[in-house]
């Protein structure tokens, strides 16, 4: 799960990370406000998850509050990347003297965190690692050992070698913020955290300008207060918390064949057949493990989908039985009248029984995979 900047700024001034003066803006009115309260040039900066801001000219600064409400009202009728702008962060424009660049990441074929250092910020680290490798330090992390004083002191000292000028307490002050850093990351669950600039300031103080999390979406439960609407609708957000909830994973597409599913491989697969024979996926809802309450409810999401030509529910029974999930098929259809055909193809635990109930209610299960994603095809094709 991505974090705003302005979330990801109030952990690290929690975690004792210097951040700018500033505040969160819903309108061009409190921008100005903000602007106002702060007294100097400020600024603009439009919180969305998507990257690159600066590049796309949403980034915006301002030597007066009235410019400031100016600015911010092009920004909030924007999007960036089909992003609307709904917030700015608005903070006091600090001069510098220079920027680094601290990140921290999972690296996953070695099973460990790396933090990642460089001299120069406010780049592209991985254009920068790759042209100029010797500018960013890699420092692999032991996770039962973590992030060591000796080795925060030593990654200090480099950046005093490529920086030099800096005295011997500002030393000691990137050692602090680089442990205080890891063990934010550690604390939060994060697979990714940057520091990008982390800005020198003329008496070579250092300043978290931006900032940036990715926290694992299996350790949400963990942090729920940042769990919240994230470029999307509250209503799509309320959907998704809700299928979280169910151990469900929804995901929607473009297409006209809706998947119903049992695990996350299978259901990968049956995307993969549907596009290479010519069918387009509309969505697909993997189930995890189903019991009958679950495959009417289930039903009910597809029911009201738009464009929907065809239902192509896969059964792969194992803890869960084939005539349970078959059951809460017929209770759907004996409750609603589907608005598009309905594909089933039935393997597993209670196999044969859940075909005698299937077989009660008109549908003729398959139990090739091949032939159900032609069968559905087929079906949404035919679909007037």
């Avoid at 406010?122 to 890699?138: N, R, S, Y």
Wanted: glycine share 8%; proline share 5%.
């Amino acid at each position: 799960m991505k974090l705003y900047e302005y979330e990801a700024k109030k952990l690290f001034e929690e975690a004792g990370i210097p951040i700018p003066q500033g505040a969160l803006a819903a309108s061009p009115e409190e921008v100005r406000s903000i602007a106002e309260r702060l007294g100097g040039p400020v600024v603009l900066k439009p919180q969305t998850l998507s990257k690159q801001r600066g590049k796309a000219g949403l980034i915006g600064f301002a030597d007066s509050p009235p410019e400031a409400e100016e600015f911010s009202r092009s920004l909030f009728s924007r999007k960036h990347e089909d992003e609307p702008i709904e917030h700015i962060l608005v903070e006091e424009k600090v001069a510098l003297k220079g920027e680094l660049f601290v990140g921290l990441a999972v690296d996953y074929k070695e099973s460990r965190p790396v933090l990642l250092l460089s001299p120069q910020g406010g780049v592209e680290i991985e254009t920068l690692a790759k042209e100029q490798p010797g500018l960013v330090k890699k420092w692999p992390i032991t996770v039962s050992r973590g992030l060591s004083e000796k080795d925060a002191l030593s990654l200090a000292e480099y950046i005093r070698q490529e920086r030099p000028g800096a005295p011997a307490d500002r030393v000691t002050e990137l050692q602090r913020l680089l442990l205080s850093f890891y063990t934010l990351f550690k604390k939060m669950d994060c697979e990714l955290a940057e520091i990008n600039p982390l800005g020198i300031r003329e008496d070579f103080s250092l300043i978290a300008l931006d900032g940036a999390m990715v926290m694992d979406d299996e350790a949400q439960f963990r942090h729920t207060e940042l769990v919240r609407p994230r470029a999307q609708s509250e209503e799509a957000f309320k959907r998704d918390q809700g299928f979280k909830n169910k151990g469900w994973t929804y995901i929607q597409m473009e297409g006209d064949i809706g998947i119903l599913s049992s695990g996350a491989g299978i259901t990968m697969a049956i995307l993969d057949l549907i596009h290479l024979k010519g069918g387009k996926a509309a969505n697909f809802l993997d189930t995890a493990q189903m019991n009958r309450q679950g495959i009417f409810e289930a039903f009910q999401i597809f029911h009201n989908s738009p464009h929907l030509k065809c239902l192509l529910i896969n059964i792969f029974a194992g803890l869960n039985r084939c005539d349970d999930l078959a059951e809460g098929i017929k209770d759907y259809l004996s409750a609603y009248q589907p608005p598009f055909p309905i594909v089933v193809r039935m393997v597993g635990n209670r196999e044969k029984e859940g075909r005698e109930v299937l077989n009660s209610i008109g549908i003729q299960p398959i139990a090739s995979l091949e032939e159900s994603v032609d069968g559905a095809i087929s079906a949404a094709e035919a679909w007037k």
